[in-house]
């Protein structure tokens, strides 16, 4: 209940700065030293929330079906899309972790090169990979790989970290019972690696998103909610609620993603405290 009323409490906070800055804001933007700092508060640019509540409960076109149907079709088929991406992204990201772990020659030769990975512009790659559809694979599967690109890097890095934790006591102690390379693995890494793997699989799942909008704008993948971005942008200046709306559903999808991770955490992070207290 408390995490509740603080995730109101900040959109509360972020509704009260949005309709405050449009209050007070000037409408051309407001300029230092010729650049612009703080955004246009005209409604072309700015609309109230109201209006685009307003605009999610009307029509798309003429009697058509209500903006906030479309959204929402769009943004399920944008999470199937992200969910394949992530879980390849998360077993890939493992994998990685797991041998650079185990072998110091693998994580000299390979962590830098998984880190350069992140420095490749997206708005690149995405064509490139994009030339696999319809030849290697179906087009929504290219939307999948550069989804996981981008969800491998957080997944990897932190589970390398959680992975390198425990203390050296514990390792010896481990070695002492004669237990192998697996079974520490097992029982003494990866329960030391959850508290670093979960905040990493909630980047890795934002940025599944990321990548899973901005590949469906690059790659031209109809049906989701980034070529939906792309179409309302078309009527940005005749109708700027209709592009927030769209906006706000690739905003809630990935919350939604992270809550997701949240809900897996809390119980295995449970059962981690609760056997700590048990041992000690």
């Known amino acids: 209940?408390?995490?509740?009323?603080?995730?109101?409490?900040?959109?509360?906070?972020?509704?009260?700065?949005?309709?405050?800055?449009?209050?007070?804001?000037?409408?051309?933007?407001?300029v230092v030293f010729g650049v612009r700092v703080l955004?246009?508060?005209?409604?072309?640019?700015?609309?109230?929330?109201?209006?685009?509540?307003?605009?999610?409960?009307?029509?798309?076109?003429?009697?058509?079906?209500?903006?906030?149907?479309?959204?929402?079709?769009?943004?399920?088929?944008?999470?199937?899309?992200?969910?394949?991406?992530?879980?390849?992204?998360a077993v890939v990201g493992?994998?990685?972790?797991?041998?650079?772990?185990?072998?110091?020659?693998?994580?000299?030769?390979?962590?830098?090169?998984?880190?350069?990975?992140?420095?490749?512009?997206?708005?690149?790659?995405?064509?490139?990979?994009?030339?696999?559809?319809?030849t290697i694979m179906p087009a929504w599967a290219t939307v999948s790989v550069i989804a996981a690109y981008l969800a491998f890097f957080p997944v990897a890095v932190g589970m390398l970290r959680g992975l390198q934790s425990p203390a050296s006591a514990g390792v010896e102690l481990m070695r002492s019972y004669a237990a192998g390379w697996w079974r520490t693995l097992v029982k003494l890494r990866f329960p030391a690696a959850l508290p670093y793997l979960f905040p990493a699989l909630r980047l890795a799942g934002a940025a599944a998103v990321v990548g899973a909008v901005v590949g469906e704008i690059s790659t031209g993948t109809r049906g989701g909610i980034g070529r939906l971005i792309i179409e309302y942008s078309r009527e940005a200046t005749s109708d700027p609620a209709k592009v927030y709306t769209a906006?706000?559903?690739?905003?809630?999808?990935?919350?939604?993603?992270?809550?997701?991770?949240?809900?897996?955490?809390?119980?295995?992070?449970?059962?981690r405290r609760h056997v700590e207290v048990v041992t000690l």
């Open 247 to 271: 906006m706000l559903g690739a905003a809630l999808l990935g919350l939604l993603v992270a809550a997701a991770v949240t809900l897996l955490e809390v119980p295995l992070m449970r059962h």
């Open 39 to 89: 955004p246009r508060a005209d409604d072309l640019s700015m609309p109230h929330l109201w209006t685009i509540a307003e605009r999610l409960g009307a029509p798309e076109l003429t009697g058509g079906r209500p903006v906030w149907q479309v959204v929402l079709e769009a943004c399920l088929f944008t999470l199937g899309i992200t969910a394949v991406g992530f879980v390849a992204g």
């Open 94 to 134: 493992l994998v990685l972790a797991v041998a650079m772990q185990r072998f110091r020659i693998v994580e000299r030769g390979l962590l830098p090169y998984v880190i350069l990975s992140q420095t490749v512009p997206l708005v690149a790659l995405a064509p490139l990979i994009a030339g696999w559809g319809g």
């Open 1 to 30: 209940m408390r995490r509740f009323l603080a995730v109101l409490a900040g959109l509360l906070a972020a509704a009260l700065v949005w309709e405050g800055y449009k209050a007070v804001g000037n409408p051309e933007g407001t």
